[in-house]
């Protein structure tokens, strides 16, 4: 059994994780312990933590048959491929047999055909022992359309139970769930992959033997070798031009055997952590049935042009596997889709004649130029990320004269004398971070550093709490990124941008102004993000805020409004707190 990477700095307490990976400094406080809940653990260690984690061990490795069952994890012969019991993860494994057909896993005997069957059940009925949040199946249809017409929701998080059945929470086996589709092929594009953690969903959910394509932007040990033990499985990393650029997007293409398809857009990478008391946003498209095969070419797109710029976009990785999915998409009608497809990638982008600005934050601001309703000065640009780049040495560099520049645009006629309207950053303090769910370890999805942030000491002034009591999220560390403008005094929100984009340079792009032409927007990532404008959705100005009116719903904001500035003592969080 392979040692957890994080060592004693562990806070999982999903059983999949200690089935899979040993812990010396749980395992040396358990041996002397009676197994019935009386340890002697060190007061280095927070206590609530380690005496959860070791009650997973007394389940897992009853104290007469723990080392035996540690000797034959490691010893086992691999489990069959096509009987995988449990869901897995890099950071995460299950302690029978793992989807990703792992070494590691337990051994398991040859079984005939109603062994297996009974074996599928048991281990179906047990789908809690391995994923937190489990939610009744075959409601999902129902629940996406009462989201309507926003079809935006938050993951549940594993520690706030009134998430759980929150009627805008979505957990990932709901994604699969056999009521939204049977699903035929599916296709995952994400930055961090656990193919193992992603395989173990997609057994729960009676579809791992389906055809599954994966882009995947993070390098992953476990991931090189999966398609030898899963033939049904294609994964495809995705190479950057440049060692600093990132394959960020979080895309989800869900194909049925009706011929229809979906798409999930959201901020969550594909593994367990990203999936447990974090907040991160989803969105889902409605179900986009095959056109006619006589359709036009033009045929089936959305008031938007969602589809065309989808399939621009997937044509910018220039990875051959993706092409099916192109042609489907392209047969496919889109024409149910009330957003705006926003995407991100890798070059440098100028302005053209027939789409105008193509990507990044240029791409928003003539986006909003065109449809936003006109919205005062006064009224601010409120950013929310889970990392900040490095913006620059003071807020008019970067922040002012590219983002807000583009973010402030709205359809005023042009001529009109505009001011700057006021730029805040929702971003987790060392206060929020350490009262969350898993206390300091909750800051393992903020990778914003003392050494970006000591050149950036203006940023402190524009800084905003984490807070989100509405949504039973204050403790859930937000890995979300959303962007938006809405007025308190008139309850009202004029857009908003659900995305995988942090607020830095790399994301959005940075303008070359010196060029002697045209300005060339400078972009390193692929991003991908969903843009809510009112007019599209609900065929008003402005979407309610706070409450329903006239019959149309209140739009689901992820956090709590009026915000919490930073207090003077406050300081935001950066990852090098978990160092030292």
């Known amino acids: 059994m392979r040692e957890c990477p994080y060592g004693d700095k562990c806070y999982r307490k999903n059983p999949i994780h200690f089935g899979e990976f040993s812990h010396v400094h749980?395992?040396?406080?358990?041996?002397?312990?009676?197994?019935?809940?009386?340890?002697?653990?060190?007061?280095?260690?927070?206590?609530?933590?380690?005496?959860?984690?070791?009650?997973?061990?007394?389940?897992?490795?009853?104290?007469?048959?723990?080392?035996?069952?540690?000797?034959?994890?490691?010893?086992?012969?691999?489990?069959?491929?096509?009987?995988?019991?449990?869901?897995?993860?890099?950071?995460?494994?299950?302690?029978?047999?793992n989807p990703s057909g792992s070494s590691t896993s337990r051994s398991a005997p040859p079984q005939d055909t109603?062994?297996?069957?009974?074996?599928?059940?048991?281990?179906?009925?047990?789908?809690?022992?391995?994923?937190?949040?489990?939610?009744?199946?075959?409601?999902?249809?129902?629940?996406?359309?009462?989201?309507?017409?926003?079809?935006?929701?938050?993951?549940?998080?594993?520690?706030?139970?009134?998430?759980?059945?929150?009627?805008?929470?979505?957990?990932?086996?709901?994604?699969?769930?056999?009521?939204?589709?049977?699903?035929?092929?599916?296709?995952?594009?994400?930055?961090?992959?656990?193919?193992?953690?992603?395989?173990?969903?997609?057994?729960?959910?009676?579809?791992?033997?389906?055809?599954?394509?994966?882009?995947y932007g993070d390098e992953s040990p476990e991931i090189l070798n999966i398609s030898k033990l899963k033939p049904q499985v294609t994964t495809v990393r995705v190479r950057m031009p440049t060692p600093f650029a990132t394959s960020h997007s979080k895309v989800m293409f869900l194909g049925y055997t009706d011929g229809s398809m979906r798409v999930v857009i959201s901020t969550a990478n594909l593994y367990e952590d990203d999936w447990h008391n974090r907040t991160q946003g989803l969105w889902i498209s409605p179900k986009l049935p095959a056109l006619p095969e006589n359709a036009d070419?033009?045929?089936?797109?959305?008031?938007?042009?969602?589809?065309?710029?989808?399939?621009?976009?997937?044509?910018?990785?220039?990875?051959?596997?993706?092409?099916?999915?192109?042609?489907?998409?392209?047969?496919?009608?889109?024409?149910?889709?009330?957003?705006?497809?926003?995407?991100?990638?890798?070059?440098?982008?100028?302005?053209?004649?027939?789409?105008g600005h193509p990507?990044?934050?240029?791409?928003?601001?003539?986006?909003?130029?065109?449809?936003?309703?006109?919205?005062?000065?006064?009224?601010?640009?409120?950013?929310?990320?889970?990392?900040?780049g490095s913006l620059g040495p003071n807020v008019q560099s970067w922040i002012q004269q590219d983002f807000v520049n583009c973010l402030k645009k709205d359809s005023t006629p042009v001529g009109k004398l505009r001011q700057m309207p006021a730029f805040k950053m929702i971003y987790p303090s060392f206060g929020n971070v350490s009262g969350s769910h898993d206390g300091m370890l909750g800051g393992g999805c903020l990778p914003y550093g003392k050494n970006t942030n000591d050149k950036q000491p203006w940023l402190k002034e524009y800084l905003q709490q984490?807070?989100?009591?509405?949504?039973?999220?204050?403790?859930?560390?937000?890995?979300?990124?959303?962007?938006?403008?809405?007025?308190?005094?008139?309850?009202?929100?004029?857009w908003f941008v659900l995305t995988s984009a942090n607020l830095s340079k790399a994301a959005w792009g940075c303008f070359n102004k010196n060029s002697n032409i045209q300005p060339c927007l400078r972009i390193a990532n692929y991003e991908v993000g969903v843009l809510f404008l009112p007019r599209f959705l609900t065929g008003e100005d402005t979407f309610p805020l706070g409450n329903n009116r006239d019959g149309v719903p209140a739009f689901p904001l992820p956090y709590d409004v009026p915000l919490t500035p930073y207090a003077p003592d406050d300081k935001p969080f950066l990852m090098d707190y978990l160092q030292g």
């Open 359 to 388: 990507w990044g934050h240029a791409r928003l601001g003539a986006l909003l130029s065109k449809h936003a309703t006109p919205i005062d000065d006064r009224i601010p640009v409120v950013c929310q990320s889970s990392s900040i």
């Open 297 to 355: 070419t033009g045929a089936g797109e959305s008031q938007t042009g969602f589809k065309q710029d989808l399939m621009l976009y997937l044509v910018e990785y220039k990875i051959s596997q993706l092409q099916p999915w192109i042609a489907r998409i392209r047969k496919s009608d889109f024409s149910a889709i009330n957003v705006f497809f926003l995407g991100s990638v890798p070059g440098g982008h100028r302005e053209s004649a027939v789409r």
């Open 114 to 215: 109603s062994n297996l069957a009974k074996k599928q059940k048991m281990n179906a009925k047990n789908i809690r022992d391995y994923i937190p949040v489990v939610v009744e199946k075959g409601g999902m249809a129902k629940k996406l359309e009462r989201a309507a017409p926003y079809n935006m929701f938050l993951t549940a998080i594993t520690d706030s139970k009134p998430t759980h059945s929150e009627p805008l929470s979505v957990t990932f086996q709901e994604i699969l769930d056999e009521s939204l589709g049977e699903i035929e092929s599916t296709v995952q594009i994400n930055f961090m992959v656990d193919i193992g953690w992603l395989l173990g969903h997609y057994y729960f959910s009676g579809i791992l033997d389906k055809p599954l394509l994966v882009l």
């Open 466 to 494: 984490w807070k989100s009591s509405d949504r039973y999220r204050s403790r859930a560390m937000p890995h979300i990124k959303s962007y938006t403008r809405y007025n308190l005094e008139d309850q009202s929100v004029y």
């Open 26 to 97: 749980l395992d040396a406080i358990y041996e002397k312990g009676n197994g019935s809940g009386s340890y002697d653990i060190p007061a280095k260690y927070d206590s609530e933590m380690i005496l959860a984690q070791l009650k997973l061990l007394e389940k897992l490795f009853p104290k007469d048959g723990a080392k035996k069952e540690k000797e034959e994890n490691v010893s086992g012969s691999k489990p069959p491929v096509t009987a995988p019991v449990n869901s897995g993860s890099s950071s995460s494994r299950p302690s029978n047999n």
